[in-house]
């Protein structure tokens, strides 16, 4: 069974940035694809980043690209996000996901139905 447990959100000033992780354990990350999604109330949970077992695909929702990076440390077990240039409009619960069966297809890295475990969340609140 995998257990993920995501760290580093907080309250940050539109502007500013944060560095989201997320730590695996009970089975080696390096056997999942990851991604991270985020929700805010009313709204569906979406993907803002992914990342294939060995790095060959990145993907990244448009709302987020060339503000964020998602990175990984398979040795380490730990998945990152680095959220730059922040807006309001990136409020919400940031959940990191595994996906152990990932087929191949860029595409499928955004959708929340590919993923199987899940961590708890954590919230990222941006002032305006």
């Known amino acids: 069974q995998l257990q993920l447990v995501e760290s580093g959100g907080g309250l940050v000033p539109a502007g500013g940035s944060l560095a989201l992780s997320c730590v695996a354990s009970?089975?080696?990350?390096?056997?999942?694809?990851m991604g991270w999604f985020r929700q805010s109330p009313g709204k569906e949970r979406e993907c803002v980043a992914a990342i294939s077992w060995n790095d060959g695909s990145i993907v990244y929702a448009e709302s987020v690209k060339g503000r964020f990076n998602i990175s990984r440390d398979n040795a380490k077990n730990v998945v990152y996000l680095q959220m730059n240039s922040l807006k309001s409009d990136d409020t919400a619960i940031y959940y990191c996901?595994?996906?152990?069966?990932?087929?191949?297809?860029?595409?499928?890295?955004?959708?929340?139905?590919?993923?199987?475990?899940w961590g708890q969340g954590t919230q990222v609140t941006v002032s305006s």
């Open positions: 009970g089975r080696p990350l390096s056997l999942y694809a």
């Open positions: 996901a595994a996906d152990r069966y990932w087929s191949g297809v860029d595409s499928e890295l955004f959708r929340p139905q590919a993923y199987g475990d």
